[in-house]
T-cell receptor, first 114, second 115 residues
Framework: QKEVEQNSGPLSVPEGAIASLNCTYS??????FFWYRQYSGKSPELIMSIYSNGDKEDGRFTAQLNKASQYVSLLIRDSQPSDSATYLCAVNGWNSGGYQKVTFGTGTKLQVIP | GAVVSQHPSWVICKSGTSVKIECRSL??????MFWYRQFPKQSLMLMAT?????????EQGVEKDKFLINHASLTLSTLTVTSAHPEDSSFYICSALRDRGEGQYFGPGTRLTVT
C-alpha cells in the first residue's frame, strides 16, 4: 500500500463547476497535510495547508481533513481553465532521527473544460 | 512571502562534466531543504534531505557520491551532479522548509540536459 494515494485522473470538470480532489494516507501519526498545484513544466506551488479535522477555506479552495478516516480532500469552487494542473497531496510526519519526513502522492491531473 | 530561488534555471553540459545547482531561500532561514528530481510526466522523486550544518540524508537508490549536497548556511544549499551522463537529464527542484510542520516552498527548478 502506498503511503499517500491519489487518483491520477485526469479529472475533467466544466468551467464553473466544483472540482473535488481526494487523497488517503496510511500513517496515522501524520500531523500536517498540504495541497500543491503543479503546472506542466513548472515546480509545485503550495496552495493549502490543514492541520486539524474539519474544513479550511481560502478563496475558492477548501481543504477537508478527516484523521479518523485518514482522508484529506481539496475542493475548488467555480473552477477556471487556469486551474488545470496536477494537484499533489503531501503528508508530513517525522522520521526516527527527528527530522521532517514528507510524503507526496503521485498527483491528480485536473482539466477544466471551457 | 516565502521565496526560494534556484540557479541556473536551465543548463546543458557534456557527458562526464559536473554541474552545480544552487538553491536559496530569499526571505527566510531554512533549517531543512529538500532536493527532488522529476522526469517528464512522472511524479516528484525525493533525492535527499539537507539539514544545515549536517550531512544530507539520501533516499534509497540515490548515489551520494554522484549527487553531492552541501547545506552550508541557513539560506543556501547546493546540489552538484558529478560526472553527469545523459540519463541524469531531468528537472531538478529544491524546496525549503521555513518552520517545522509547515509546507515546503519550492524553487522554480533547474532543467539539466546532458549531451
Amino acid at each position: 500500500q502506498k503511503e499517500v494515494e491519489q487518483n491520477s485522473g485526469p479529472l475533467s470538470v466544466p468551467e464553473g463547476a466544483i472540482a473535488s480532489l481526494n487523497c488517503t494516507y496510511s500513517d496515522r501519526v501524520s500531523q500536517s497535510f498540504f495541497w500543491y498545484r503543479q503546472y506542466s513544466g513548472k515546480s509545485p506551488e503550495l496552495i493549502m495547508s490543514i492541520y486539524s479535522n474539519g474544513d479550511k477555506e481560502d478563496g475558492r479552495f477548501t481543504a477537508q481533513l478527516n484523521k479518523a478516516s485518514q482522508y484529506v480532500s481539496l475542493l475548488i469552487r467555480d473552477s477556471q481553465p487556469s486551474d488545470s494542473a496536477t494537484y499533489l497531496c503531501a503528508v508530513n510526519g517525522w522520521n526516527s532521527g527527528g527530522y521532517q519526513k514528507v510524503t507526496f502522492g503521485t498527483g491528480t491531473k485536473l482539466q477544466v473544460i471551457p | 512571502g516565502a521565496v526560494v530561488s534556484q540557479h541556473p534555471s536551465w543548463v546543458i553540459c557534456k557527458s562526464g562534466t559536473s554541474v552545480k545547482i544552487e538553491c536559496r531561500s530569499l526571505d527566510f532561514q531554512a533549517t531543512t531543504m529538500f532536493w527532488y528530481r522529476q522526469f517528464p510526466k512522472q511524479s516528484l522523486m525525493l533525492m535527499a534531505t539537507s539539514n544545515e550544518g549536517s550531512k544530507a540524508t539520501y533516499e534509497q537508490g540515490v548515489e551520494k557520491d554522484k549527487f553531492l549536497i552541501n547545506h552550508a548556511s541557513l539560506t543556501l544549499s547546493t546540489l552538484t551532479v558529478t560526472s553527469a551522463h545523459p540519463e541524469d537529464s531531468s528537472f531538478y527542484i529544491c524546496s525549503a522548509l521555513r518552520d517545522r510542520g509547515e509546507g515546503q516552498y519550492f524553487g522554480p527548478g533547474t532543467r539539466l540536459t546532458v549531451t
